[in-house]
């Protein structure tokens, strides 16, 4: 029995010992930028709180930072002592102080920068290194301080120089967030940089009981933002932290380089709509009452202007600053089938500057504006749609006639609402001012310039949350020329017919996140877009940073979109996780000769389709402004391809990285097609499992890698097309058994394509080349399973 207990003894003590190390911990210690804040009705945050959502779970981190502590405070009230009785080898020590050490007038912080400071300094590293931990230094983080002219002053005198001074002697790594800070305030400005602050009037925040202006304390996105400048610097010095930092859902972006976007918030002051005459009998018009309240919110400092359960008829809503108009449950606005209530104004529309009737809502330059709750907003869209009807059934066609009335062209296969509206039609003409031209010349042609449901131009800080737009005149939610927009499930519904109603148009805009959106339409479901030809060249305001996870796409011409007008240019967007189903394009980037602009850094990744119309995965520059899926004996020619000389009109994409993407059931896999003079450039497709009709189809196009893609296509003549394009890379590619040609290889101008890692006998012919092209062209690297005994071992050969 004894030797029994031994002998367990033995094994247990054995575990422990090949039981491995905690994983390591990292401990924050400074001031109140830095520490944590209570989250209940509370804004403030310190850098510090957000710096965990940057790291991975392989690593602890502690924040030990107090409001209002300096190196000395934090010293003699024990702080430190118990810091070090956590700390273990392996650990490490971010020190950030210097806020709170400055202050001469408090004996009990007070650390001067050249002598206490400074010993408190190179004590925290000492005593880390002690421990076997690794001790980082950072630079006190930078107050917003402009003068009044504009010019950024600082305000911490030589203390970042100590921290400097300190690292150098005492060989440690400093991060400089003195100087990082800094530029990051000065590039936003007097005003925009206000949001890494708190800037709040009173009743706000149950925690903000008057008004509070605080250049030193952070908001939640000047938290993220610090947080973020930290952990640049740890990558850009490859410090051992580095290994820690957690990557997001993008392969080539770690979390923090993601987009920050600002949420307003509002006072809690409410306006109800009943109190200013209101009448909820879907019949009344209520423009008057429902305007009258946001005027008395504004007047008040703003708040939240209530629409209660019932049926509201109105006019245009016309939008003001620091408002939130709150839909409740069971709140319907329905916009008035009048067209006399909607003026001609001077608006945009397809990316120009043009004459369109008034949208049902609209805010122009303002700041701080939202629209929430689970309420509806109708646009009554049937009134003002055309309506083809190739597009309905004879009974809904002759209905439609029957209720809208309205004329019909002269082919009778078009519904107008007016013959104003039909007059329109024929001279193409979107409301776009012409020298000469004043809005009141668009008179008779009125209803062909339907507006756009949503308008929001020129505005910060939006928010839109929980509430449903359907059946839109035209363009559904149009958020042009605006920053920090946050769209959060929102549900667009609108005819699969309806014509023009995109579901979101996010066009020259910045900073902005759509998240948990479901949208079914008759147009583009999320699409971007940057102005049109030479006007938005000049205009020149990209749409980018832009986050678009988690949300569905049902019926629409494209799921996620860019273009056609994407003159200004497109950059930085970051899409995941999304799933579109009877879309007619999955992944759609369309443009055209003669719009310029350049479209780039798409990253892409965990997309799930269904029932796709037309192609997956689309990049056209061809693009003819029609209907992605051709109708029933509808004829349509296709491109000229000629070489044209390059110029600002000449449009370009590139650096498209796309990462686990599927596909049941479309028409085409992958089309990409650029021209001649500008080819499709840097795509990467990695591990995407696509059913298709036809397989992919590359012309015009260059770096273009495909990495463990599985193309199951019905027409396998063939498998692959690449025409006229170069430095083409597919890698570890799965095909159908029995397919009838893997790839055919055309085009005088095709040279670098190769085809590797791939099993080449499933194939009736692996190769056919032609127009310029010899099969001896092609590089293929043949797996080892297929080399043959006599081959010696050779892996690459051509032909």
């Given at each position: 029995m004894t030797k029994t207990i031994f002998i367990a003894l033995l094994v247990i003590s054995g575990l422990a010992f090949f039981t491995p190390d905690k994983k390591p911990v990292i401990f924050l210690i400074g001031d109140s930028t830095m520490a944590n804040k209570p989250l209940e009705e509370n804004p403030e945050r310190g850098w510090g709180q957000l710096f965990p959502n940057y790291f991975t779970n392989e690593v602890e981190i502690q924040n030990h930072a107090v409001n209002g502590r300096s190196t000395k405070s934090f010293i003699h009230e024990h702080r430190w002592d118990t810091v070090m009785s956590r700390m273990k080898p392996g650990d490490f020590v971010l020190i950030q102080f210097g806020h709170n050490d400055e202050k001469s007038e408090d004996s009990t912080r007070s650390a001067p920068a050249h002598t206490l400071y400074k010993e408190n300094l190179i004590r925290f590293i000492n005593d880390t290194r002690s421990k076997g931990a690794t001790p980082i230094l950072i630079t006190p983080v930078m107050r917003r301080n402009f003068d009044a002219n504009g010019k950024f002053e600082d305000t911490h005198g030589d203390y970042p120089a100590v921290v400097k001074e300190v690292g150098q002697l005492m060989k440690v790594d400093v991060i400089d967030l003195h100087q990082s800070s800094e530029e990051l305030i000065v590039k936003e400005g007097v005003e925009n940089s206000k949001r890494f602050f708190l800037h709040i009037p009173a009743g706000h925040f149950d925690a903000v009981k008057k008004d509070r202006v605080d250049n030193t304390h952070f908001s939640e996105y000047g938290a993220q933002s610090m947080a973020s400048l930290v952990c640049q610097s740890i990558k850009d010095q490859n410090l051992p932290l580095a290994k820690y930092l957690a990557p997001s859902d993008f392969k080539e972006k770690y979390a923090f380089e993601l987009p920050k976007i600002y949420q307003p918030h509002f006072k809690k002051d409410t306006f109800n709509i009943l109190s200013y005459g209101a009448v909820a009998d879907g019949l009344t018009l209520n423009t008057k009452a429902i305007n009258d309240a946001i005027d008395a919110c504004a007047a008040k400092g703003g708040g939240v202007v209530e629409i209660p359960r019932g049926s509201f008829v109105t006019g245009p809503v016309i939008m003001k600053s620091n408002i939130n108009l709150h839909l409740d449950r069971g709140a319907l606005v329905i916009f008035s089938s009048d067209f006399n209530q909607y003026p001609l104004v001077v608006?945009?529309?397809?990316?120009?500057?043009?004459?369109?009737?008034?949208?049902?809502?609209?805010?122009?330059?303002?700041?701080?504006?939202?629209?929430?709750?689970?309420?509806?907003?109708?646009?009554?869209?049937?009134?003002?749609?055309?309506?083809?009807?190739?597009?309905?059934?004879?009974?809904?066609?002759?209905?439609?006639?029957?209720?809208?009335?309205?004329?019909?062209?002269?082919?009778?296969?078009?519904?107008?609402?007016?013959?104003?509206?039909?007059?329109?039609?024929?001279?193409?003409?979107?409301?776009?001012?012409?020298?000469?031209?004043?809005?009141?010349?668009?008179?008779?042609?009125?209803?062909?310039?339907?507006?756009?449901?949503?308008?929001?131009?020129?505005?910060?800080?939006?928010?839109?949350?929980?509430?449903?737009?359907e059946n839109s005149p035209a363009w559904t939610t149009h958020i042009n020329g605006s920053e920090h927009i946050t769209l959060k499930n929102l549900t667009v519904k609108n005819p699969w017919y309806g014509v023009n109603t995109d579901a979101l148009d996010l066009e020259s805009s910045k900073n902005a996140l759509v998240e948990d959106c479901h949208f079914d339409t008759g147009d583009d479901g999320i699409c971007i877009k940057s102005g049109r030809d030479a006007e938005g060249r000049k205009k020149g305001m990209p749409t980018k940073d832009v986050i678009v996870k988690n949300c569905v796409v049902y019926h629409a011409h494209g799921g996620f979109v860019v273009g056609s007008e994407m003159s200004g240019g497109t950059n930085n967007m970051?899409?995941?996780?999304?799933?579109?189903?009877?879309?007619?394009?999955?992944?759609?980037?369309?443009?055209?000769?003669?719009?310029?602009?350049?479209?780039?850094?798409?990253?892409?990744?965990?997309?799930?389709?269904?029932?796709?119309?037309?192609?997956?995965?689309?990049?056209?520059?061809?693009?003819?402004?029609?209907?992605?899926?051709?109708?029933?004996?509808?004829?349509?020619?296709?491109?000229?391809?000629?070489?044209?000389?390059?110029?600002?009109?000449?449009?370009?994409?590139?650096?498209?990285?796309?990462?686990?993407?599927?596909?049941?059931?479309?028409?085409?896999?992958?089309?990409?097609?650029?021209?001649?003079?500008?080819?499709?450039?840097?795509?990467?497709?990695?591990?995407?499992?696509?059913?298709?009709?036809?397989?992919?189809?590359?012309?015009?196009?260059?770096?273009?890698?495909?990495?463990?893609?599985?193309?199951?296509?019905?027409?396998?003549?063939?498998?692959?097309?690449?025409?006229?394009?170069?430095?083409?890379?597919?890698?570890?590619?799965?095909?159908?058994?029995s397919a009838d040609i893997l790839a055919m290889v055309q085009g005088e101008r095709t040279k670098g394509v190769s085809i590797i890692n791939t099993d080449t006998n499933k194939a009736k012919q692996k190769v056919m080349a032609g127009f310029g092209v010899k099969d001896t062209d092609i590089m293929w690297e043949v797996p080892k399973a297929q080399v043959p005994a006599n081959s010696k071992g050779k892996k690459k050969r051509k032909g």
């Open positions: 608006s945009t529309f397809e990316g120009v500057d043009a004459v369109r009737c008034r949208s049902p809502f609209t805010a122009e330059h303002l700041e701080n504006i939202a629209i929430t709750g689970h309420g509806i907003m109708n646009g009554n869209g049937f009134y003002w749609r055309p309506l083809q009807k190739d597009k309905v059934s004879e009974s809904q066609w002759i209905a439609h006639q029957k209720k809208y009335g309205g004329v019909l062209n002269e082919n009778k296969k078009t519904w107008y609402n007016s013959p104003g509206a039909l007059k329109g039609s024929l001279t193409n003409n979107i409301g776009k001012i012409t020298a000469g031209k004043t809005v009141n010349d668009f008179e008779e042609v009125k209803g062909f310039l339907r507006p756009n449901m949503i308008r929001i131009f020129d505005c910060k800080n939006i928010l839109i949350e929980d509430v449903t737009f970051f899409v995941s996780n999304c799933t579109f189903i009877g879309t007619d394009i999955g992944l759609r980037f369309k443009t055209t000769r003669g719009r310029g602009g350049m479209v780039e850094n798409i990253y892409v990744n965990n997309i799930d389709m269904k029932d796709i119309a037309a192609e997956a995965i689309l990049f056209d520059m061809y693009y003819m402004a029609k209907d992605p899926v051709v109708l029933a004996g509808e004829k349509r020619e296709p491109p000229v391809v000629e070489m044209k000389p390059v110029d600002e009109t000449t449009p370009q994409f590139q650096n498209f990285y796309f990462h686990n993407i599927t596909c049941n059931g479309a028409s085409k896999g992958i089309f990409v097609r650029g021209i001649p003079e500008m080819h499709v450039k840097n795509v990467l497709i990695e591990n995407a499992v696509l059913q298709a009709d036809e397989g992919i189809d590359i012309q015009e196009a260059s770096n273009i890698n495909l990495n463990n893609v599985t193309m199951l296509s019905r027409n396998t003549k063939p498998v692959a097309y690449i025409l006229n394009s170069d430095n083409i890379n597919i890698s570890n590619l799965k095909y159908k058994d």
